[in-house]
């Protein structure tokens, strides 16, 4: 691995561990509940995140390029939940324009196991040959667009491996209750956490995020279980506290607590 390389993935995951923030559900959703002006609902929140996912139309006008964190550029997109399939994605941006925009990283959706399985594969084999020459590392994102059934250990551990094959330098997937720990196994780069939809409790989002950590996971890319969240600095907090200093479930629990002033 290249000088590059290791820079970029050593400032998206300190001492080998991430918390990733994504911002980016607008870009097939629109205006998502808590991200109506993405700049406002992040500037409490940087303090405690280790990267920022999102797209370039974002980045530019609610980012500040002068007090920002590493940025994970999403480069897929051209589809929206008022479409008729969530998979039939494209790539966005060139690599012209990840570079312009000093992104650490790129992510790009992929859609295993949908009727555009094979372009969104190809969208990230290309986007690899791509980014590899200027030591960019693409992040893949196993997407299951409206199936969330497909959930389960080998599903998500068919589609991680298929990732890190295709060059994929990280991998950002669901957790599962059942044999995560095989998941992560059998995917030879990292893998990261996704958050899915919002959670019903934060004890729950505690839970699930420190039973991935244990299990090999090595951190987290949750956006709506946070923001969404009245208390949202106090679950970055908490959150923060099981990725990067492995505290127990209790002790992010009395972290979010305290800091919610529960």
Not at 160 to 185: M, N, S
Request: aromatic share 6%.
């Amino acid at each position: 691995m290249d000088w590059g390389m290791k820079n970029r993935l050593n400032q998206l995951m300190p001492g080998g561990k991430c918390f990733f923030m994504p911002i980016d559900h607008g870009y097939f959703q629109g205006p998502t509940t808590g991200l109506e002006e993405p700049g406002k609902t992040i500037e409490p929140l940087l303090p405690y995140v280790d990267a920022l996912f999102c797209t370039r139309g974002v980045l530019r006008p609610a980012i500040d390029p002068l007090n920002s964190k590493p940025i994970v550029l999403r480069v897929s997109g051209c589809t929206s939940m008022a479409g008729k399939d969530l998979a039939n994605e494209e790539l966005t941006t060139s690599i012209d324009e990840v570079i312009r925009l000093n992104a650490a990283a790129v992510g790009v959706s992929v859609f295993i196991g949908s009727e555009y399985e094979k372009e969104t594969l190809k969208n990230l084999s290309q986007l690899v040959n791509q980014c590899e020459p200027y030591g960019i590392p693409v992040m893949a994102v196993t997407a299951v667009g409206k199936e969330i059934e497909k959930r389960e250990a080998r599903y998500l551990a068919l589609c991680c491996r298929i990732a890190a094959e295709l060059g994929a330098r990280v991998v950002k997937t669901y957790w599962c209750d059942k044999d995560f720990d095989k998941v992560v196994k059998g995917c030879p780069v990292p893998v990261i956490m996704a958050g899915g939809p919002k959670c019903k409790t934060e004890r729950e989002v505690l839970e699930f995020v420190h039973d991935g950590m244990q299990k090999g996971a090595v951190g987290i890319n949750l956006g709506r279980n946070v923001w969404q969240n009245p208390n949202s600095i106090a679950i970055a907090k908490a959150l923060r506290a099981i990725v990067h200093d492995n505290v127990s479930v209790n002790e992010a629990d009395k972290i979010f607590n305290e800091s919610a002033g529960k």
